[in-house]
């Protein structure tokens, strides 16, 4: 059974972080948004990213060599840990990832990896195609644009400590060369926050957000 994220319940209990995240949702070549919501010992995470970042490519992947690309970034962006760091001291395990190229009028791929008490049981990799568009635009509303790829992944991780997390660090970048920003929204006890993180200073001061 897949957890419901929390970030997606957060928001309900915070409607103007909500209508911020709305208005973030437009499609830019580089950027890429991160949600966090953090509960208890939890850490939810939701990554938003455009195609052509972390493929290299929006079209509709068809070629032995494109959807080999596919299941290779979307194996990457299952494993939340290598991308985003939040220190030993926090002491976070993965419960749950599970990632998905999403785009155009067609099905989608989907990447599901849950943690399990022997290791990692990778399942569900659905393989289908969509029609996409390559325009060079530097921004895309995916109500006009709906062939446009983008990639989605959800996070559930168990912290020893969360509070103890003073720095994230972004391997994300050193994964996909194309990412040159991270807008990231936090929610927690401590209310919310939004940051940008960028590729030549690839970390965030957590001091204070959890």
């Known amino acids: 059974m897949k957890h419901i994220p929390l970030f997606a319940l957060s928001i309900i209990a915070y409607p ?12 830019i070549h580089g950027v890429s948004q991160l949600n966090i919501a953090v509960e208890g010992t939890q850490i939810s995470m939701e990554l938003r990213a ?20 596919v299941e290779t970034v979307l194996a ?10 939040f220190g030993e001291a926090a002491g976070c395990s993965v419960v749950q990832a599970d990632a998905a190229l999403e785009g155009g009028e067609g099905h989608d791929h989907d990447h599901d990896h849950e943690e399990k008490a022997d290791g990692h049981d ?7 195609h969509s029609e996409g568009d390559a325009h060079d635009h530097a921004e895309h509303d995916h109500a006009e644009h709906a062939g446009h790829s983008e ?8 912290c020893a ?14 994964a996909f060369p194309n990412a040159l920003e991270v807008e990231v929204q936090i929610i927690s006890d401590s209310g919310a926050a939004s940051f940008e993180v960028m ?5 965030l001061d957590l001091s204070g957000a959890f």
């Not at 399942?123 to 289908?128: M, P, R, W």
């Open 76 to 85: 990457t962006l299952a494993d939340p840990l290598g991308l985003f760091g």
């Open 16 to 27: 103007a972080f909500a209508d911020e995240t709305r208005q973030l949702d437009a499609h």
């Open 122 to 128: 990778h399942a569900g990799h659905d393989h289908d």
């Open 161 to 174: 400590d969360p509070g103890a997390a003073s720095e994230m660090t972004f391997a994300f970048f050193d």
């Open 50 to 69: 455009p195609g052509a970042d972390i493929v290299g490519f929006e079209y509709a992947a068809e070629s032995a060599e494109d959807l080999d690309a």
């Open 151 to 158: 990639f989605n992944a959800n996070y559930l991780l168990e």
């Open 199 to 203: 590729r030549a200073e690839p970390s």
